[in-house]
């Protein structure tokens, strides 16, 4: 492909859990799951949050290895439990374009549409994009997107092997 899209950079994430908090009976369900995560000190390296004409929606990423603090969490509180759908294993792909356009954002809508790779969450900031797919899927992911970016010159996707946990 000629056109390519310019990416400064590939992130990718350790394995993750990807929770949907539902909108159930109960408003105030994202507050209280983020009130007890912090409780627990379960760390959230991803929350995507969307207010936009209508109730709020909310998704966290928490890291795979806090998944028995979760479960007791969730097991204190059946009603929480109640409006939580957990996904796992997912990854994150963070990417770094070089002067982000809505055609960046286009293209990977449509790749990851015709490979039939789902997308749990996508969140965009001034520098990167960052989604969630399956966590197994990650380097197919990447494989997928090859043809149609352009990294710099011997460039590797990152693998982060730093894992914070909170005291």
């Known amino acids: ?12 994430s350790q394995e993750l ?12 369900v994202q507050t209280r799951l983020l009130a007890s995560m912090a409780e627990h ?16 929606q909310g998704s966290v990423c928490v890291a795979a290895e806090d998944i028995h603090q979760l479960n007791q969490v969730l097991a204190v509180d059946p009603e929480l439990k109640d409006n939580v ?7 994150a792909i ?13 293209c990977l809508m449509h790749i990851f549409g015709k490979t039939d790779l789902p997308i749990y969450g996508m969140a965009a900031s001034l ?5 969630t ?12 997107l090859g043809p149609y970016i352009s990294l710099p010159p011997n460039h590797a996707p990152f693998r982060s092997q730093l894992r914070l946990k909170a005291i």
């Open 1 to 12: 492909m000629e056109n390519r899209i310019r990416v400064d950079g590939i992130k990718l």
């Open 127 to 131: 520098s990167a994009l960052t989604l």
């Open 85 to 91: 759908q957990c996904i796992s294993p997912v990854g």
């Open 94 to 106: 963070s990417l770094f374009p070089h002067k982000f356009s809505l055609q960046f954002l286009g």
């Open 41 to 56: 000190r379960i760390n959230c390296p991803i929350l995507f949050y969307s207010a936009m004409d209508g109730p709020c």
């Open 133 to 144: 797919t399956d966590y197994p899927l990650l380097d197919t992911a990447i494989a997928t």
């Open 17 to 28: 859990i990807h929770i949907n908090i539902l909108q159930g009976p109960q408003k105030n």
